[in-house]
């Protein structure tokens, strides 16, 4: 028979998986008797755990939320997501203090073949420089927003489009999701005054007391949050992820050279200097420009709006360029 100690650990690991445990499962389970297992529930009762009985023909065994956190088992796979997710967190994010916190909290008890694991396991989550200057969102903030949507109660906030702009009148939404896109945070919400879906940069939200009445929430378009964002953010109405605009082109460029500085476009090699390359974007001219930073000669497969915006580019850069610039002859 295990110790008491380690039976009472291997109980509470089998608790914390969620479903209802029958005595006689968990005194199969821990090679006990039923007896044993019901003096096992009541020492871990006295050490904080909210286990509750399961009333039914067999009984049962639930833990529940309790009023205070008590101590949690992991195994040690668990222990390994943890302290990688926490080292992310503490890079820049609204949590990022605490996240140090409970990392150094959690490598002081970790076994030393775990501490020794983790201290090899260095993560840094390196930010774009482009969100080097965008202020931190508060913590409180985001409470306020998950509680919200939980409850599905409509909000009203005030709202600053830019950092050289005053908030306009307070905004009635209805909050949908809360949601993280290249390290920024959103709140997706039905606009009530605008009668449309909007996307509000959380570190620009001021939420205002008291809230509104309950609602039911309305289908996201595109199915769900992340068709919905990617369609948004990429110019389209939020039902596809497709760019609007997707055209094609030859590079005289080898496609090993090209490949690495596209995202989500292909690459075709067509021989040891030329490529095939489909790219999209949310405008044919802003098409046209991203194609020009590969700096080669570029064969314009189709379709003819990319053509038209190269010459418009054309033309632009020109007129900028002023008269007598042109190319040497």
Known sequence: MQKTSSRLLALLSLLQSPRDWSGEDL???LDVTSRTVRRDIDRLRDLGYPITTVKGPAGGYRLEAGTRMPPLLFDDGQVVALAVALQTAATGTAVAEDAARALATLRQVMPPHLRH???LLRVTAVR???AGDTPEVDPQVLMELSRVIHARQELRLDH???PDTAAGAPRRVQPHHLVTWRH???LVAWDLDRGDW???RVDRIRPRTPTGPRFTPRELPGGDVSTFLTSRFRGNDGTSTDWPCRGEVVLHLPAAD????????TVEELGPHHCRLTLGSWSWTGLAAALGHFDTDVEIIGPPQLAAAFADLAARYARAAGPGTGPPP
């Open 27 to 29: 005194a199969g389970r």
């Open 117 to 119: 694991r983790i201290d």
């Open 128 to 130: 774009p420089p482009a």
């Open 160 to 162: 600053t489009p830019g």
């Open 184 to 186: 920024r945070w959103y």
């Open 198 to 200: 909007r996307t509000f």
């Open 258 to 265: 090209v490949a690495p500085f596209v995202r989500d476009g």
